[in-house]
T-cell receptor
Framework: GQQLNQSPQSMFIQEGEDVSMNCTSS?????WLWYKQDPGEGPVLLIA?????ELTSNGRLTAQFGITRKDSFLNISASIPSDVGIYFC???????????FGTGTRLKVLA | KAGVTQTPRYLIKTRGQQVTLSCSPI?????VSWYQQTPGQGLQFLFE???????NKGNFPGRFSGRQFSNSRSEMNVSTLELGDSALYLC???????????????FGNGTRLTVT
């Protein structure tokens, strides 16, 4: 099925470091969502973006809706061990009600 | 407000059997979407129901079917199970109306299906 390109696939970082991940698409999206999934649980919504250029924060997390409407990024500042998990982006293409998910970024934080 | 509830959490079935999974959306949400999650393929969209009607469908074979009841609860059925159907099946709800197309999806914790 159709998927977004999400990178990196995985990353190991030291506690306290900042983290950045992004998603790109060949299609224009009207909505970008960022989720975190812990083992054995469903994805939990972190940030929702609705307008090109929008920059939204949620605690140590900041996400932006790209100007071209074809990309989005998520930053995590001063990472902590509980940030470990898989982060997914999801986008809703213009003219549809179906969300498409990225392949996920697996984050591991070394204490 | 209670979240999205999926039952059962775990299922073990053998090839050829069929299975039914259940999802109760957040109160007031009328749209329910189903996704299959596997390590190799990520989150793949199965179908979406709104007001008891299938509104969107992914690229899965006809063995995968669903329905939605008048109270917005939804069930998903997989018939003639294959080994490759082993996955985490996630349900997500949202308000669903055209006025809220941008509303994000809220997920349940999924049903882990193992086919042996």
């Amino acid at each position: 099925g159709q998927q977004l390109n999400q990178s990196p696939q995985s990353m190991f970082i030291q506690e306290g470091e900042d983290v950045s991940m992004n998603c790109t698409s060949s299609s224009i999206f009207n909505t970008w969502l960022w989720y975190k999934q812990d083992p054995g649980e469903g994805p939990v919504l972190l940030i929702a973006l609705y307008k090109a250029g929008e920059l939204t924060s949620n605690g140590r997390l900041t996400a932006q809706f790209g100007i071209t409407r074809k990309d989005s990024f998520l930053n995590i500042s001063a990472s902590i061990p509980s940030d470990v998990g898989i982060y997914f982006c999801a986008g809703r293409p213009s003219g549809t009600y179906k969300y498409i998910f990225g392949t996920g970024t697996r984050l591991k934080v070394l204490a | 407000k209670a979240g999205v509830t999926q039952t059962p959490r775990y299922l073990i079935k053998t090839r050829g059997q069929q299975v039914t999974l259940s999802c109760s959306p957040i109160s007031g949400h009328r749209s329910v979407s189903w996704y299959q999650q596997t390590p190799g393929q990520g989150l793949q969209f199965l179908f979406e129901y709104f007001s008891e009607t299938q509104r969107n469908k992914g690229n899965f074979p006809g063995r995968f079917s669903g329905r939605q009841f008048s109270n917005s609860r939804s069930e998903m059925n997989v018939s003639t199970l294959e080994l490759g159907d082993s996955a985490l099946y996630l349900c997500a709800s949202s308000p669903g109306q055209s006025s809220s197309y941008n509303s994000p999806l809220h997920f349940g914790n999924g049903t882990r299906l193992t086919v042996t």
